[in-house]
């Protein structure tokens, strides 16, 4: 399994620096690379060779030496296979650390141990924590420049501790000292630093165990709708969808949300081959016994789901504020929500996240990079759920109508409404 | 440990091919169900044959619910047009040609002459047109991150304004891979499957699925001039220039793009397992290696996706 990784950290904190680490040292750069940042190494530096520059790619990111927007880069070793996100930590830096937590199996945090923990290194635990990453590497950088001081490091991961008590989920910390700039304890374990005997920062990744989704019952949201028409495939109606939440198998019993209809799946197709069964993550077409109307945006549910997704059109969730148009009570917007897209009306803010000290404020108005707590009314019926029981179900995105532009991630915490 | 172990290594087992695979099909089907009017970049080469192929599985046992589309520049490998003209019979799909000679000809782009002129800057504007003239509104393209460090910072949906362009700054997030397909008239989207892809998947897949491609893939003798450090056929938009002498090679191509400014690598790989082999223990990027283009500046690929390059 792929294990995913974001990144967070200040500007400054050794980031870029610390993914172009882990790429040099994994022999993940290719000669060419390499020679280009060395180039540019000369243009945009003292001329020593800057890893950074591996990330930032882009002209403007080297001449003004930041990153703008979140890039991914991927390397391998024989344990296991790595895709990093570079999540840059300025004007928009909740937002790039929303949108690669999101997609994380883990957040490698970085402090500079120089300064110690400070506001952003608060935040960044916190959205780990709102989008259900469980694990975090808690990298206490620049350990070259506090004469690797074990005190010093000491005294950041106890404040560390001290704030993740406070976090709306639990987090797992930990926390290691480096040097990204010299390689300690990046990939091979650091001769400055005896007095640390823990693992590198790789070594760590490759066997991090990850939780499996405890099974809350196979659904499959409506893409598609697979009808050939032709003479060989005339009677064919395929429901393409990606599965998620469990396992299902032909003659397995299903119901279809919002509606109250059941059928029995006859068929299962991926990529036009059949199967007899499906697993979580597999791109798929079914067919059903009966033929009723289906159409994207429904959800094919099995009646033996554990924990089956609830039909609500009033839906409580926490947001991502990510656009400079701030979200206010009564505006309206449009949502996505798995295949269905329907418009959302903000009746109430119930409150916005103090994300340095963990408490709540009450607020008319949610602005960039704000995380609040909404309560939207939806047009139509949406088949959701808890986000920390199900990510797929449970998340959304609110869109602007006038620009297109995606200015939330919502993480669906309650609902209302119709029950299932 | 060196990478190219674990390259070599990774070729026992599937190492995250279904889920890839998974992931490109559920992108095709969700920008799919969520436009009007899209198209299939076809260039002839592997990355598009890949996608292609993963394109026709989505929809299996229907046909593929649009066209695809070849940016013609006239500098073509015949192999190339040949295997094009194959591919779009066996999938049974509409051919959309949009030709840059159509456009040089119509006074819409200005060649640059001389004997290293090359088209590939050109097929921006042939390729706006062509979206505009068919009024397509989502064009599929067989870009990976891995390919150059301005890719790496591409979306999967990736929103282009009223004139093609990209831009970096103010793209969409894609929390949870959520993609977001509302446009205006005259705006148009660029989808990515194969985003998180890199080049050795996409020879373990063709392996796999024994997905066809174009014989220029595989080692054959060719004619060629060398020309700063890359091999490129003579014959067609190439010309010898004074001082440079011709010389038959065993080579194969990487990349298929304008024959002007596509360069083989001398290899002696003639099957995908070969062609696997080779790629693990390459040090060189595929782009670095046989693009004339991209080695001109050091942000030659963002300038040109800026304009609004596949
Ligand atoms: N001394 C020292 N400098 C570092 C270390 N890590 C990063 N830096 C420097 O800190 C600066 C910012 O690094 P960069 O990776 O661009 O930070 P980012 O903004 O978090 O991506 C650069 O000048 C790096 O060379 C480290 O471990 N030790
Ligand atoms: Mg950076």
Redo the contacts with the bound molecule.
């Keep these: 399994m792929v294990l995913r990784i974001a990144t967070a950290?200040?500007?400054?904190?050794?980031?870029?620096?610390?993914i172009?680490r882990l790429l040099h040292d994994t022999k993940t750069v290719f000669e060419d690379q390499l020679a280009s940042v060395e180039k540019a190494s000369l243009r945009y530096g003292d001329g020593s060779l800057?890893l950074?520059l591996l990330t930032?790619g882009l002209r403007a990111e080297r001449e003004q030496?930041?990153?703008i927007d979140v890039a991914y880069r991927y390397f391998a070793t024989p344990e296991r296979t790595f895709v990093v996100a570079?999540t840059?930590?300025h004007a928009q830096y909740t937002r790039n650390m929303v949108t690669g937590a999101s997609v994380s199996d883990v957040a490698i945090v970085?402090v500079d141990a120089r300064n110690g923990l400070t506001e952003q290194t608060r935040r960044h635990l916190f959205v780990a924590s709102l989008l259900g990453v469980k694990q975090v590497m808690l990298a206490v950088?620049?350990?070259?420049?506090v004469d690797f001081s074990q005190d010093r490091y000491d005294e950041i991961v106890a404040a560390a501790r001290a704030h993740a008590t406070a976090l709306p989920a639990p987090v797992a910390l930990n926390p290691l000292p480096?040097?990204?700039?010299?390689g300690d304890n990046v990939v091979d374990s650091s001769d400055n630093m005896p007095w640390y005997t823990g693992p590198s920062l790789l070594r760590q990744l490759e066997t991090l165990e990850l939780d499996d989704d405890h099974s809350i019952g196979a659904r499959l949201s409506v893409q598609w709708v697979i009808r050939p028409y032709s003479t060989e495939h005339h009677d064919f109606r395929g429901l393409a969808g990606r599965l998620t939440g469990g396992t299902v198998a032909i003659g397995d019993r299903v119901r279809v949300l919002p509606g109250a209809q059941q059928s029995t799946i006859v068929s299962i197709e991926r990529g036009g081959v059949p199967q007899e069964t499906a697993e979580p993550g597999e791109a798929i077409s079914i067919q059903l016994a009966d033929d009723i109307d289906i159409s994207r945006g429904d959800v094919v549910v099995t009646v033996a789901a554990p924990k089956p997704p609830v039909v609500a059109d009033q839906i409580v969730a926490d947001v991502s504020w990510m656009v400079d148009k701030p979200l206010e009570v009564g505006t309206r917007w449009i949502i996505k929500h798995l295949t269905r897209t329907a418009k959302a009306f903000v009746s109430a803010i119930e409150t916005r996240h103090d994300v340095s000290t963990a408490s709540q404020h009450s607020t008319e108005r949610l602005e960039l990079n704000d995380l609040g707590r909404v309560h939207l009314n939806v047009s139509v019926p949406l088949v959701v759920d808890l986000y920390d029981d199900h990510r797929p179900g449970g998340a959304a995105i609110l869109v602007d109508e006038a620009t297109g532009m995606t200015c939330g991630a919502l993480m669906i915490r309650g609902f209302d409404g119709l029950e299932s | 440990m060196t990478l190219t172990d674990n390259r070599l290594d990774g070729l026992d087992h599937d190492g995250g091919l279904d889920e890839l695979e998974d992931e490109a099909i559920t992108i095709i089907r969700e920008v799919t169900a969520e436009t009007r009017a899209p198209v299939l970049l076809f260039s002839g080469g592997k990355d598009s044959a890949v996608l292609l192929h993963l394109a026709a599985k989505a929809f299996r046992p229907g046909n593929l619910p649009f066209p695809v589309m070849h940016v013609d520049t006239g500098h073509n490998f015949d192999e190339v047009i040949e295997y094009r003209d194959r591919l779009v019979k066996e999938y049974n799909v509409r051919l959309v040609v949009a030709s840059v000679q159509a456009s040089i000809d119509a006074g819409r782009v200005v060649e640059d002459t001389g004997p290293r002129a090359s088209r590939n800057r050109l097929q921006s504007v042939t390729l706006l047109d062509a979206i505009a003239e068919h009024q397509f509104d989502a064009a599929f393209g067989g870009g990976r991150r891995d390919e150059d460090k301005a890719r790496a910072k591409e979306r999967i949906l990736s929103f282009r304004d009223r004139f093609g362009q990209w831009e970096p700054r103010a793209q969409r997030p894609e929390p949870w891979n959520m993609l977001n397909a509302k446009i205006r008239t005259g705006e148009h989207l660029r989808a990515f499957p194969l985003s998180n892809w890199t080049e050795l998947d996409i020879w373990r897949y063709i392996g796999r699925e024994e997905v066809p491609l174009p014989s220029i893939y595989f080692s054959h003798r060719r004619v060629v001039v060398e020309r700063n450090g890359m091999l490129l056929s003579v014959g067609g938009p190439v010309v010898a220039e004074p001082g440079e002498v011709p010389f038959e090679e065993t080579v194969r191509y990487r990349t298929v793009g304008d024959a002007s400014c596509t360069g083989a690598v001398r290899s002696t790989a003639a099957n995908v397992h070969d062609v696997i082999t080779e790629v693990a223990a390459a040090r060189i990027t595929e782009r670095g290696a046989t693009r004339a283009d991209d080695n001109f500046s050091d942000s030659a690929m963002e300038d040109r996706k800026r304009e609004g390059y596949f």
Aim: charged share 25%; net charge negative; aromatic share 0%.
């Design positions: 950290g200040s500007v400054d904190d050794g980031k870029s620096t610390l172009g800057n950074a930032d030496g930041i990153t570079d840059p930590g970085l950088n620049k350990m070259d420049l480096i040097s990204a700039l010299l």
